[in-house]
Every structure is written in structure tokens, then in C-alpha cells.
């Protein structure tokens, strides 16, 4: 019905940068919320960045100020700027979207950001 796919992952020093993507396709279902969780390994999920179909925006604290989610809700489509690397932002990413009327969430396969000192 809908799938999530990521893009943009990879290996970068300490201090870099990456644009992550995520491009919902398959579905025309409206979605409530589009964002962006981690795993580290050893470390449950959690939440990274999240932006509403009315525009709301949150962040984790330990991203705020370094990460910048945008997206467009009529193409289904998020990003994720992360500027400022750390070692601690190594994980794999998972782009989440809510489908509206059911509240079921999607998933994505998940890409892979591993920062080194």
C-alpha cells in the first residue's frame, strides 16, 4: 500500500554533513505526520524529528539546533539537514509516516549515518 524509502545515508567525519530523504510512494493516503527516528546500536528508537501536516515541528534536544526537518505534505516527502556531525549521531534512520484516517504508521527500511572522530 505505501512504502518509505530513504535515501542520503553514509560514512562522514565528525563535524560534516548529510540531507537525508524520504519519499512516500504506492498510496495516495493523506498522511497526519512525516519524520525521522534512529537506532543506535545497543539503544532503543527514538525519536529524531517530526513535522505535521499543519506544520509543526519537533526535535529531540540532543538534535535541536543542529538537524532541520522540511518536507511537503502534498508530494509526501520529508527531509532531514543534519549539519554538525557528532560520533553520537551514528545510527540507522528511519523515516515514519502516519496515514490519516487510520493513524496507521509506515516505516522505512532505514539508511545508515555512521559520523567518525
Known amino acids: 500500500q505505501v512504502q518509505l524509502v530513504e535515501s542520503g545515508g553514509g560514512l562522514v567525519q565528525a563535524g560534516g554533513s548529510l540531507r537525508l530523504s524520504c519519499a512516500a510512494s504506492g498510496s495516495l493516503f493523506r498522511f497526519t505526520a512525516m519524520g525521522w527516528y534512529r537506532q543506535a546500536p545497543g539503544k532503543q528508537r527514538e525519536l529524531v524529528a517530526t513535522?505535521?501536516?499543519?506544520?509543526?515541528?519537533d526535535y529531540s534536544d540532543s538534535v535541536k539546533g543542529r538537524f532541520t526537518i522540511s518536507g511537503d505534505n502534498a508530494k509526501r516527502t520529508v527531509y532531514l539537514r543534519m549539519n554538525s556531525l557528532k560520533p553520537e549521531d551514528t545510527a540507522v534512520y528511519y523515516c515514519?509516516?502516519?496515514?490519516?484516517?487510520?493513524?496507521?504508521?509506515?516505516w522505512g527500511q532505514g539508511t545508515q549515518v555512521t559520523v567518525s572522530s
Open positions: 515514519n509516516a502516519e496515514q490519516a484516517v487510520t493513524r496507521r504508521p509506515y
Open positions: 513535522i505535521t501536516s499543519s506544520g509543526t515541528i
